[in-house]
């Protein structure tokens, strides 16, 4: 055998080990070590942005060494809770060094199969339950691998109008888009919220818009399998048969891939919107126009995406009337004109810090598990550093003073506090609704 030869046996030889052995190779080679680039078959080249042909041997794509090394520390990062087989993201480097060459085999044979999720319900700021879908710590570590892989595909296909969990844009861009439409003199919004969105979702229609930018077999295996891997509820288990449950890392994406017709829709009916998630504002000149688009666009939700816009929600108004902001307008004209919108506003404030003030951990996921932070422990400390208990007690002129002055901050408003508060706002009114929200 000549030398050659000798030098393609032994590179086949440390190939197939590192397969098998995920490279650990010992402590000193840091706890996510078995993510390595040696052993993963090479990626297919000149990969395009939506074309399926380019997507054969994505599955190699989503195991390549990087992309695990930085889903691993994302999971890690966003803490969270552990699944039905109660495995922590502290247990789940362990875990992987000792079957991670298992399930690496099951990934690229197509056959890996999800465990069902934990059900789970917490409180909505406004009343009621939000129920989520809690995965195993393997199956949201795979899950990260598999979203930072198409999410990079899949995102500058995507609507400029849409700001919702997508890298580089967020709440303060959509508002400050809002506010540019009513600067254009849009002064009527059409409100809509998706009755029950992430709950809702048709299955079969999202992995048709799916199979039209992934052709590997086995990654559309697999997110439908996510999708299909069913609920534990109270010790029972049921099956998911429609929705993207809420708390997986692909849930996101996916919805926004399914809104994408939404917005394809609006743009191609020239509308001026902004949607955040499964909220969509669109702004027109009238009321009557904003009537008239409410009950076209629901009609296209129902026919088009098999989805029921909650009229309850969903509303044609006027745009401050439908943010926060209100508070900073709160003088006796706009008293006059909009105290519901006012009192909810005001409400709502109250009631978010108070969750801030007596559960920070819960907030605090929440805001690493949505995209709002990076960091779990970062996110805990700011909210402890912030006093957030005052607020608790609504005292008017220093909640107005404090809000202005972020809204100031952001660049949502152009007076400062000082300027406002002598503006005349109506201290009377806000008294008497504090005690209102004590009562």
């Known amino acids: 055998m000549g030398e050659a030869s000798r030098r393609r046996v032994l590179v086949r030889g440390k190939r197939r ?14 706890e996510a070590s078995f993510i390595s680039n040696r052993g993963t078959e090479p990626l297919a080249a000149g990969r ?12 190699e794509e989503v195991l390549e060494g990087e992309n695990l090394k930085k889903a691993l520390q994302r999971v890690r990062a966003n803490k969270g809770s552990p699944g039905i087989d109660g495995m922590t993201v502290e247990q789940l480097p362990g875990y992987l060094k000792k079957h991670w060459p298992t399930h690496r085999e099951q990934l690229l044979e197509g056959i890996y199969r999800p465990q069902a999720m934990k059900r789970v319900e917490i409180a909505k700021p406004g009343g009621g339950k939000r129920k989520l879908s809690i995965p195993t ?7 990260q691998a598999v979203l930072q892989v198409l999410q990079g595909r899949w995102d500058r296909s995507f609507s400029d109008f849409s700001f919702g969990f997508r890298p580089g844009r967020s709440a303060h861009q959509a508002v400050a888009l809002a506010q540019e439409y009513v600067a ?18 048709n299955h079969d229609m999202l992995m048709a818009r799916v199979a039209k930018r992934v052709s590997d077999k086995r990654v559309l295996k697999l997110i439908r399998a996510f999708l299909n891997a069913g609920v534990m509820e109270e010790g029972l288990e ?20 399914f809104l994408d017709d939404l917005d394809r829709e609006l743009q191609r009916r020239r509308h001026r919107f902004v949607r955040y998630a499964d909220d969509c504002n669109i702004v027109v000149g009238s009321e009557r126009a904003g009537k008239r688009v409410m009950e076209s666009v629901a009609r296209f939700v129902q026919d088009s995406l098999r989805l029921t816009v909650n009229a309850r929600k969903s509303a044609v108004d006027r745009p401050w009337s439908q943010y926060f902001c209100c508070l900073v307008g709160a003088n ?10 006012t009192k909810r506003a005001l409400r709502a404030i109250l009631m978010a810090n108070s969750i801030c003030a ?4 819960r907030v605090a996921r ?5 995209g709002f932070a990076e960091r779990y422990d970062y996110a805990l400390q700011t909210l402890k550093d912030i006093p957030y208990s005052r607020w608790r007690d609504y005292h008017p002129e220093d909640t107005f003073r404090f809000y202005s002055l972020r809204l100031h901050e952001a660049g949502m408003i152009k007076a400062n506090p000082n300027k406002l508060i002598a503006q005349g706002t109506d201290w009377r009114f806000l008294n008497e609704l504090k005690k209102e929200l004590k009562g």
């Open 17 to 30: 080990k590192n397969q098998l052995e995920l490279a650990f190779g010992g402590e000193g080679r840091g």
């Open 48 to 59: 395009g942005t939506e074309s399926p042909e380019s997507t054969e041997r994505l599955m």
């Open 137 to 143: 710590v393997l199956d949201r570590f795979i899950q």
């Open 184 to 201: 254009q003199g849009y002064g009527w919004v059409v409100d809509m919220d998706l009755e029950k969105f992430f709950d809702s979702v």
């Open 238 to 257: 049921g099956p998911s048969l429609e929705g993207t449950p809420q708390g997986g890392p692909l849930s996101p994406l996916l919805s926004n891939l």
């Open 332 to 341: 006796r004209e706009f008293v006059r004109k909009h105290p519901v919108a």
């Open 358 to 361: 007596l559960e920070p951990d």
């Open 366 to 370: 929440h805001l690493v598990d949505h």
